[in-house]
Nanobody, 122 residues
Framework: QVLLVESGGGLVQAGGSLRLSCVAP????????MGWFRQAPGKERESVAA????????SYAESVKGRFTISRDASKNALYLQMDSLKPDDTAVYLC???????????????WGQGTQVTVSS
């Protein structure tokens, strides 16, 4: 069973920042596409940011462009999401995900973490 562990969530005021981390202690995802998703109560899960299996060409949802930055550290088998200028609308559970196959960005999102809660107060 693949284990992804997210951390870094919490309560922050609007305009503040948080840095989310996702690590895979028992599996290497060096050549896999990885991403961050979020799900707010009563809403569908949405993609926030992703990196290709090469670890480059980050992509972002329009709603977070210019405020969020995704990065990965292959040596630590970790994925990060730096979130700045946070808004109340960013409140959600944030989940880390990994694609099902390496060396492709067309594979489905197969592996998921449990999520970390981010709450932004106005």
């Amino acid at each position: 069973q693949v284990l992804l562990v997210e951390s870094g969530g919490g309560l922050v005021q609007a305009g503040g920042s948080l840095r989310l981390s996702c690590v895979a202690p028992e599996h290497s995802f060096t050549n896999y596409g990885m991403g961050w998703f979020r799900q707010a109560p009563g809403k569908e899960r949405e993609s926030v940011a992703a990196v290709t299996w090469r670890g480059d060409s980050p992509s972002y949802a329009e709603s977070v462009k210019g405020r969020f930055t995704i990065s990965r550290d292959a040596s630590k088998n970790a994925l990060y999401l730096q979130m700045d200028s946070l808004k109340p609308d960013d409140t959600a559970v944030y989940l880390c995900a990994v694609r099902s196959h390496p060396y492709t960005d067309l594979a489905d999102w197969r592996y998921w973490g449990q999520g970390t809660q981010v709450t932004v107060s106005s």
